[in-house]
């Protein structure tokens, strides 16, 4: 995605189309396939570590999650990157691993569980601010973005649900 967006950088609605494009088809893949490995979370850490590592499998639920989450930052930030707003996106980058140290802190995880679950609260919130800031980079609308990756996200659910119905027959 960088060289794209490198290459993009100067017609910026070619740019807003490329963004928005990817925006849809990116995090509509990866969240499906998260959602699927969140759902079969007990089965996939069963057979592929055995029964004896069965209290993965809620770690393994909550970073899967965190995954999906990642690659909608990971899009975001390259965006940032490939225009050349490193500033903006090391402040944001800066804010999340304060937010992330401070929820560290201030929470003191007592396992894998509970740390993978801050994880995708900190990333939550840190989301927004950094999907602000790539539409505002490539003129896009901030609910044409937001439009979009709700779209994106939609089948998640669904294959979350057909995933757990499967594993669970």
């Not at 396939?33 to 089965?43: Q, R």
């Not at 401070?102 to 740390?115: M, N, S």
């Not at 937001?146 to 594993?167: D, F, I, M, T």
């Amino acid at each position: 995605l960088f060289p794209a967006f490198s290459r993009l950088g100067g017609d910026r609605e070619r740019l807003r189309r490329s963004w928005l494009s990817v925006l849809l088809l990116l995090p509509c893949l990866v969240a499906s396939i998260a959602a699927g490995m969140a759902a079969a979370s007990g089965p996939l850490v069963a057979v592929a570590l055995g029964p004896v590592w069965s209290p993965a499998a809620e770690p393994v639920f909550w970073l899967a999650l965190w995954a999906a989450l990642r690659g909608v930052g990971h899009i975001c930030g390259t965006l940032l990157e490939g225009t050349g707003r490193l500033r903006i996106r090391g402040v944001i980058q800066t804010g999340y691993l304060l937010a992330l140290a401070a929820a560290l802190a201030i929470i003191r995880p007592d396992g894998a569980a509970q740390t993978a679950r801050i994880l995708v609260l900190v990333d939550s919130l840190c989301l927004l601010p950094l999907l602000m800031a790539a539409a505002h980079a490539c003129g896009a609308r901030y609910r044409e973005a937001a439009s979009r990756l709700a779209l994106a996200l939609l089948p998640a659910p669904l294959v979350g649900l057909a995933v757990h119905l499967s594993v669970t027959v």
